[in-house]
């Protein structure tokens, strides 16, 4: 009989089996067990999700230091003392713009560097001229003829009084020398030339009423007629501007774009500006979100990209009153700012308008204060309150908050040099999420609903001492 032995690979194949067999016998045995033992796990946990010396209260310890809350910006040079050449106010509203000087140009006081267009005033003034002179002949020819209407009715109840007059004075009475039918006759003419007489003064009454109606509507056109020309005489007048000052003439851009023949310009609207070479002035444009606490006079550090090796510092005079996009369709809006530069020396000569430049703008300087995280401080009603640590525990005190970046918050009083401070609220309600191993389907860290058959999630609750 000859021995045959088995072959190695049958082996190996067989035990990969048994080992497969096993560990998802070990994993139905793990899960049957965190079933039965739930509750005794969770305790665990919680135990260890609770403080305790491996999980401390952030804190820091506390020094005092300058800082700086500042906000950037960017702009460009425009020069100091420029005077702007705004639109006139007119009772006719928008003008559009016919001519401009170039941009670039040195102007003297006095000179022409804006013309709008005289079209349309001018036709008005036209149209106005030749309604008042309609208006003139009208009232002419309806005053003729109110007189002419007021004669005739003058002559027509003279000649009615004059017929009634005599329709009494011969009127026959005796009836043994008249007829009935005559004397009844005479009676009746009598009465119909009183009737005629009483409807002649009605009727001059109401024509009288009807002259004066005329004349207020005539007079009400030509008062029009005469503002029209009032308003357009001076639309004519106001259609050019002129250079109040001597300097460099350079366009007020509106959202980066140059002012063109044929733009409406409305009242007020500065379309170019003035600018005095000898001081600097700059104009900056912040974002809206970093502008809520912008306010005249607030320092300016500048930088140039044209001078880069100096920075130089200027005064914020106004900021715009309304956020506006710097380009079309763009959610971003940026307020527009005015900076005066203090300290520009003899470097003006190198500074030209138009240049390019970054700023930061310091919205608030504190020489000694302590920068903490945001999370330190708690409020609570008015109080603004921290948690100071002493020995093994924390106690809240009120301070005082100045102003502050995103995330991190400045302490001017009410804490001291060395002093611990908790870097969150130890005294705050934590909470934790385990998922419920009893139900199938996924569950999220919140307990919310997970696959299919998840249910709410089992919520540990913990006081962080």
């Known amino acids: 009989m000859t021995y045959h032995p088995e072959p190695k690979e049958t082996k190996t194949t067989l035990k990969?089996?048994?080992?497969?067999?096993?560990?998802?016998?070990?994993?139905?045995?793990?899960?049957?067990?965190?079933?039965?033992y739930r509750d005794a796990i969770m305790s665990?946990?919680?135990?260890?999700?609770?403080?305790?010396?491996?999980d401390p209260i952030p804190v820091q310890v506390l020094q005092q230091e300058a800082f700086q809350l500042e906000v950037p910006a960017f702009g460009e040079i425009i020069g100091l003392g420029s005077v702007p050449v705004s639109t006139p106010s007119t009772r006719s509203g928008g003008l559009k713009v016919a001519w401009l000087v170039p941009e670039g140009?040195?102007?003297?006081?006095?000179?022409?560097?804006?013309?709008?267009?005289s079209t349309d005033a001018t036709l008005n003034l036209q149209s106005q001229t030749n309604t008042l002179v309609a208006n003139e002949q009208r009232t002419g020819i309806t005053t003729g003829k109110q007189t002419t209407d007021s004669k005739v009715l003058t002559i027509d109840r003279t000649d009615a009084q004059k017929e009634y007059d005599y329709?009494?004075?011969?009127?026959?009475?005796?009836?043994?020398?008249?007829?009935?039918?005559?004397?009844?006759?005479?009676?009746?003419?009598?009465?119909?030339?009183?009737?005629?007489?009483?409807?002649?003064?009605?009727?001059?009454?109401?024509?009288?009423?009807i002259a004066r109606a005329d004349q207020q509507i005539l007079a009400i056109e030509r008062n029009k007629a005469l503002g029209e020309i009032q308003i357009a005489r001076q639309t004519l007048d106001a259609l050019e501007l002129r250079s109040p000052a001597d300097g460099l003439l350079i366009y007020r851009r509106d959202r980066r774009r140059d002012p063109q023949v044929g733009d409406e310009s409305h009242p007020g609207q500065v379309l170019v500006e003035v600018v005095d070479l000898a001081a600097l002035q700059a104009r900056i444009y912040v974002l809206e979100r970093d502008s809520g606490s912008l306010a005249k006079d607030k320092p300016v550090v500048i930088r140039m990209d044209a001078i880069p090796d100096r920075e130089f510092n200027g005064i914020l005079k106004g900021v715009s009153a309304l956020a506006q996009p710097l380009e079309r369709n763009s959610p971003l809006k940026y307020f527009s700012c005015e900076v005066t530069i203090t300290d520009a020396g003899e470097s003006l000569r190198?500074?030209?308008?138009?240049?390019?430049?970054?700023?930061?703008?310091?919205?608030?300087?504190?020489?000694?204060?302590?920068?903490?995280p945001s999370s330190a401080v708690t409020?609570?009603?008015t109080e603004n309150l921290v948690y100071i640590q002493q020995a093994d525990r924390f106690v809240p005190r009120a301070v005082r908050l100045g102003m502050g970046l995103h995330g991190q918050s400045t302490i001017l009083s009410g804490v001291q040099?060395?002093?611990?401070?908790?870097?969150?609220?130890?005294?705050?309600?934590?909470?934790?999420?385990?998922?419920?191993?009893?139900?199938?389907?996924?569950?999220?860290?919140?307990?919310?609903?997970?696959?299919?058959?998840?249910?709410?999630?089992?919520?540990?609750?913990?006081?962080?001492?």
Do not use: H
């Open 16 to 36: 990969g089996r048994i080992t497969r067999i096993v560990f998802f016998l070990l994993l139905i045995a793990a899960g049957i067990g965190t079933i039965l």
């Open 44 to 54: 665990r946990m919680s135990k260890v999700i609770a403080a305790s010396e491996e």
């Open 105 to 117: 140009s040195f102007v003297k006081a006095g000179d022409l560097v804006v013309r709008f267009d």
């Open 167 to 209: 329709a009494l004075t011969v009127m026959p009475q005796d009836e043994t020398i008249f007829s009935k039918w005559d004397i009844i006759e005479a009676k009746l003419n009598a009465d119909y030339a009183k009737e005629r007489i009483d409807f002649l003064s009605n009727k001059s009454r109401f024509q009288q009423r």
């Open 350 to 372: 190198k500074i030209k308008p138009g240049m390019s430049l970054e700023a930061k703008v310091i919205l608030e300087k504190y020489e000694d204060c302590y920068v903490v």
């Open 379 to 381: 409020v609570k009603g």
């Open 417 to 465: 040099n060395n002093e611990i401070i908790a870097l969150r609220n130890p005294f705050e309600e934590r909470k934790a999420y385990l998922p419920d191993f009893s139900k199938g389907g996924a569950q999220d860290q919140r307990g919310g609903r997970g696959g299919p058959g998840g249910g709410p999630g089992r919520e540990i609750r913990m006081m962080i001492q």
